[in-house]
């Protein structure tokens, strides 16, 4: 199993809702990440997990909220977000935070 | 801070031979990747630059030079299947950990 899958694909929440994006790899990878890309704009880093532990938070606002269960799962709770906030949302996964990131196909969040 | 820019657009015919750039004003970092993202995809890491010089994998080169804080990724026997967006990116190492950060982004369009 070679890939990072995300789940949902598509999502559309209001700006009061409660929803989780999923993330979840079998390849072993110990640093797990979320990105944020606007179109056509590169990937933003949000946060990196290593070792199941936080290990970056790009001064995201709070109403993003990551959490990793497992060395296989990560997620990011979103809370009262804003139409500002509508873009794809990336997980990438590496064996350790110095190799090469293997991504997901993303979730693309709408806010409404 | 970290600044790798790209051009934003460049077109080439199928068949031929296309260089793209990436300039960057960061230092102490690990090395300089590729990614390819076509429209609605996740992006695929390419290649991989860990010293200065040429490295090729397939119809992909990769190039990174240091003293001149330059890379390119030349793309040989371009296809239509081409067409994508191309990010270099570099990894380097911040207090909390490792921070895989992207370029600017070039489109690629290859025309018949």
């Known amino acids: 199993d070679t890939e990072v899958t995300q789940t949902p694909k598509h999502l559309v929440m209001g700006m009061t809702n409660k929803k989780s994006l999923k993330c979840e790899q079998h390849?072993?990878?110990?640093?797990m990440y979320w990105y944020k890309q606007k179109a056509k704009k590169p990937p933003e880093l949000m946060f990196v997990?290593?070792?199941?532990?936080?290990?970056i938070n790009e001064s995201v606002p709070s109403r993003f909220s990551p959490e990793c269960p497992n060395s296989s799962l990560l997620n990011l709770h979103l809370h009262a977000l804003q139409p500002e906030d509508s873009a794809l949302y990336l997980c990438?996964?590496?064996?350790?935070?110095?190799?090469?990131?293997?991504f997901g196909q993303g979730t693309r969040l709408t806010v409404v | 801070g970290q600044s790798l820019e790209q051009p934003s657009e460049v077109t080439a015919v199928e068949g031929a031979i296309v260089q793209i750039n990436c300039t960057y004003q960061?230092?102490?970092?690990?090395?300089l990747s590729w990614y390819q993202q076509h429209d609605g995809g996740a992006p695929t890491f390419l290649s991989y630059?860990?010293?200065?010089g040429l490295e090729e994998t397939g119809r992909f080169s990769s190039f990174l030079s240091r003293s001149d804080s330059y890379g390119y990724l030349l793309l040989q026997e371009l296809q239509m299947k081409d067409s994508a967006s191309y990010f270099c990116?570099?990894?380097?190492?911040?207090?909390?950990?490792?921070?895989?950060?992207f370029g600017t982004g070039t489109q690629l369009k290859v025309e018949l």
């Open positions: 630059n860990a010293l200065d």
């Open positions: 997990y290593s070792y199941e532990k936080l290990s």
């Open positions: 390849m072993g990878h110990r640093a």
């Open positions: 960061t230092s102490g970092f690990y090395g």
């Open positions: 990438a996964s590496s064996l350790t935070a110095n190799t090469e990131a293997f």
């Open positions: 990116a570099v990894r380097f190492f911040t207090g909390g950990g490792n921070k895989l950060t």
